[in-house]
């Protein structure tokens, strides 16, 4: 769940329902459409996409005729000489306690929403009272950072009493103070002229880009909408509705649209552009119920029958306040298991009373629901009761923690047509009013209609083939769809194979086992025989304990797979499964008891099949493997030249709970650590990936530690190992980064790679080239007849950086929704890769999953990467509940991550060189 900056909506206008904001009188009514328009685009159905199937299994597709599109870019014309002028905010509230004068900055980063909130509500009061305000327009962040549409004059400026709606003001606390604010120049960059975008027709930009220009546009574009009262702000900039839509039992959605700038070079001109997406994002529902115990009844209903677990995993962090202490915020952590009627306090001198009394005499608060149990503070805050707290609005909910039923229908609500989706973006575009009163005094032309990027070439070259066992070679179809059939390409062994059933699915067991060897045998995998392989059987609903004895069986007789049909009812079985994975190196394939009985009792083959894909990689086989044509000859992985790293991190959600990360934190709270998947090409088949993971400091998105260049060389003495030659070229694909993070890792992490290249062997001197490969954007691109761009289209002019190769390509068919496409910055190219060489790299990479016969919706090793992180964060989850003692710590009480990392990852063991994410 993310801290929501909002901002009270419509600072301008007291109309709009916002008690005590002033009306600064900045608008005439336009009406939201004014300046807006849709691209001209030719008449419905004239794009030239061929949209039957052609490809077949045989030869290859020729170059599709390009379709036409349009993304939701939307370029900004600025008037010459426009410039917005930088100045440094400090909003300090001074009062005396116990006889100490205390200055507090309220604009500081570490306050939280309702600070945030009122500094917004402090600078639209302080600007209607300052002569050096009159006539100039401001754009604010809530914190130091202020753009006005003129110069002005520092100044000071103490805000009075009645200046601010005493309601806000408790946020400050108890104590009686003067709150002062002081406007002075910045300390760099004190003037940002909005025209200049000579930086981008340099060379040097892409590593060394000056943001400012991009960060003024982005404010006043935020502050624009908001200016409208239909809009908060929460998680970074993106902006939300202020309207709720419901879905049930405390959560609701907002429209959200998220949103940037970016510079493009259309038609040889260099623009800024505002890219936009829409999202339905889910909150917690408060604008009917803000007393956190009616919050909590509209979630567990009738408390004599509710499923308190499901609440605490729900309520995981939501903040909180005391109606009598509101400058006091709190996270909840769990509720008591005695109710109020039986909880006793312990005061500051050591006494005792009920809780009941005590609120009563120090709170003035007669408690009514003392059947209830009371709040769990985060932190060690305290025990309250329920009825005396108020949810802090517009809290963004991570999803993870919300039941099934209600994460699908924010899935729902997400995956809407393209059509409806570019509808959402041109009616948010126009309510956010970025050409009004705002948008106007920095030189945004009011008389320039504001339009998206149309009549996008979508090239569409041919689909890479597929290689099969037996010397096959196939061509997908034009959806990437392709069938894989007969033996593998490198069929696995299984020497040593056991199988764990749960008790009770024995006859189930045995008749699936015959299948699947069976099916395997076909596909050319060898098992070991029937009588051979080793049974275990362990009761539905085990402990962790019991798992891990049979998992020391299995490691004391040479198991090297283990085949587990498990209980649908047994919610642990997969990740007790995959901890044991983790702890004991043996390479483990669930299927779940309701999957086995469909393929025994009604053949589903296609099942199977898939189950076989998994086994078969996972044991070190690989399944087929995508052709490069002559374009992409010099980046083919599949005869050597080309070593390829991917990595990502996987960062904590809320439901990962406290560990400490460092002595600091180890007094107050930590965070779970975070995640790295590391996969490469290094075994003795190029076209297979290795994959692992290790551990590192939580929310940290860069991976420049030594630790991160001791795993990178593991992987290459792997390598090595293999008996491979060394490749010509090491391609780098990197998920997971901003364009604000491109120079750390051009800076920071290649060098650990290329350090440890040079460590392996000092004379290898390889080509170095680093890509961005992301969907995390907010591009869409759409068909000039609003529906999904074929499989394998890429859009490389108009919308892109023309500061590197970039380019955006649609890896996969997308089933339910809007194709979203992945995104490719290359921001280091020593072997000169050209745009089509690294269009045919990547689109061929997307085809090796080996699990799907399609392609994946990232190029594969990067979707590996992925996935491999996640199963760390998931394995350590799982052992943090079941063993957390079992979780190395530094003498200080911090996570050890080298010794986490040991212990639970697949590094210097017999996993290193396998793909057990599969």
């Not at 970074?236 to 419901?246: C, K």
Request: glycine share 6%.
């Amino acid at each position: 769940m993310a801290d929501s900056h909002n901002r009270p909506p419509g600072r301008r206008h007291q109309n709009q329902g916002n008690q005590g904001l002033p009306n600064r009188g900045r608008f005439t009514n336009q009406g939201y459409g004014a300046g807006f328009e849709n691209s001209n685009r030719p008449p419905r159905g004239q794009t030239q996409q061929n949209r039957g199937y052609g490809g077949g299994f045989g030869n290859a597709l020729s170059m599709t005729s390009p379709a036409f599109g349009e993304g939701m870019i939307f370029p900004l014309e600025i008037k010459p000489g426009s410039k917005a002028y930088r100045k440094h905010v400090d909003i300090v509230f001074n009062f005396t306690k116990d006889g100490r004068y205390i200055c507090v900055n309220i604009t500081d980063k570490r306050h939280g929403t309702r600070k945030r909130l009122l500094c917004y509500q402090i600078m639209a009061t302080v600007s209607t009272m300052v002569e050096a305000f009159k006539g100039v327009e401001y754009v604010y962040d809530n914190m130091h950072n202020m753009y006005t549409s003129k110069k002005i004059d520092d100044f000071t400026y103490t805000i009075k009493d009645n200046d601010i709606p005493a309601e806000m003001l408790k946020c400050l606390g108890p104590h009686e103070g003067e709150l002062v604010m002081t406007v002075r120049e910045a300390d760099s960059v004190q003037v940002v002229d909005l025209c200049d975008l000579s930086q981008y027709k340099t060379d040097t930009v892409l590593l060394r880009e000056d943001r400012a220009l991009r960060n003024a546009l982005e404010m006043i574009v935020t502050e624009s909408a908001l200016a409208t009262g239909h809009f908060l702000v929460a998680r970074g900039n993106d902006l939300f509705r202020v309207e709720e839509e419901p879905i049930d039992r405390g959560l609701c959605t907002r429209l959200g649209t998220k949103k940037g700038i970016r510079i493009i070079k259309k038609d040889g001109e260099y623009l800024p552009a505002l890219v936009v997406d829409t999202v339905h994002s889910p909150f917690y529902a408060t604008e009917a119920k803000t007393n956190f115990l009616d919050f909590v009844l509209s979630f567990i209903g009738n408390p004599r029958t509710a499923n308190w677990e499901e609440a605490k995993t729900f309520l995981n962090g939501i903040k909180v306040y005391p109606e009598y202490g509101q400058h006091r915020v709190l996270q909840f952590d769990d509720f008591t298991v005695e109710t109020v009627a039986n909880l006793i306090v312990t005061r500051d001198d050591g006494a005792t009373m009920p809780m009941k009394e005590y609120f009563q005499a120090f709170t003035n608060t007669t408690l009514k629901r003392l059947n209830l149990p009371a709040m769990i503070a985060k932190n060690n805050a305290g025990i309250y009761p329920m009825e005396v707290l108020c949810v802090v609005p517009s809290q963004l909910v991570d999803l993870d923690v919300c039941p099934n039923n209600m994460r699908d229908k924010v899935h729902r609500r997400n995956a809407v047509a393209p059509r409806i989706r570019h509808d959402e973006i041109m009616q948010e575009l126009k309510a956010m009013d970025i050409n009004g009163a705002i948008g106007r005094a920095f030189g945004i032309d009011p008389n320039a209609p504001i339009e998206n990027v149309s009549h996008l070439t979508f090239e569409q070259p041919p689909k890479p083939k597929i290689q099969l066992g037996s010397g096959r070679i196939i061509t997908p179809f034009e959806d990437g769809k392709f069938k894989l059939s007969g033996p593998y390409l490198n069929p696995a062994v299984i020497d040593n194979m056991a199988v764990l059933v749960t008790d009770g699915l024995q006859s189930l067991a045995k008749e699936f086992l015959k299948r699947f060897i069976e099916n395997g045998q076909f596909s050319g995998m060898r098992f070991p025989a029937f009588n051979s392989i080793y049974w275990q059987t362990i009761c539905d609903g085990s402990s962790f304990e019991n798992w891990d004895k049979t998992f020391e069986y299995f490691k004391n007789h040479n198991i090297s797979f283990v085949l587990m049909i498990g209980n649908n009812r047994d919610p642990n079985s997969h990740n007790f499964l995959k901890l044991c994975e983790s702890r004991h190196k043996i390479l483990t394939q669930l299927v779940m008891s309701e999957t086995a009985d469909r393929i025994v009792s009604r053949g589903q083959h296609v099942t199977l099949s898939n189950i076989l894909h998994k086994t078969n990689i996972k044991n070190g086989g690989l399944n087929y493997k995508p052709l490069f044509d002559k374009v992409g000859e010099r980046l083919d992985i599949n005869i050597g030249k080309v070593l390829i790293f991917a990595y990502d991190v996987s960062h904590p959600g809320e439901l990962d709970s406290a560990l400490p990360q460092n002595r600091k934190e180890v007094k107050t709270v930590g965070e779970f650590p975070s995640v790295v998947g590391l996969v490469a090409n290094v075994l003795p088949e190029p076209s297979a990936f290795a994959d692992s993971f290790f551990y590192q400091q939580s929310r940290k998105e860069e991976v420049v530690s030594s630790v991160f260049g001791d795993h990178v060389k593991k992987m290459l003495m792997l390598l090595v190992k293999s008996g491979r030659s060394l490749p010509s070229t090491v391609a780098i694909l990197r998920d997971g980064v901003s364009e604000g993070q491109f120079s750390m890792v051009v800076h920071k992490e290649l060098p650990l790679i290329k350090q440890a290249c040079a460590e392996v062997k000092p004379t290898w001197k390889p080509k170095f080239l680093v890509a961005i490969v992301t969907k995390r954007h907010h591009k869409r691109f759409v068909n000039e007849d609003l529906t999904n761009a074929s499989v394998g289209s890429f859009v490389t002019d108009k919308v892109v950086r023309p500061d590197c190769v970039e380019f955006f390509m649609a890896c996969h068919k997308t089933i339910k929704g809007t194709t979203k496409f992945v995104q490719v910055s290359i921001i280091h190219n020593e072997p000169k890769a050209t745009m089509e060489e690294l269009k045919q790299f990547l689109h061929a990479l997307s085809y090796g999953h080996q699990i799907v016969t399609s392609p994946a919706s990232l190029p594969t090793p990067v979707y590996q990467a992925d996935d491999v992180a996640t199963r760390g964060r998931e394995v350590l989850y799982t052992l943090r509940r079941e063993r957390p003692n079992e979780i190395p710590m530094t003498e200080d009480g911090a996570v050890d991550f080298e010794a986490l990392s040991s212990f639970l990852g697949y590094f210097d063991s017999p996993l290193a060189a396998k793909r057990c994410s599969a």
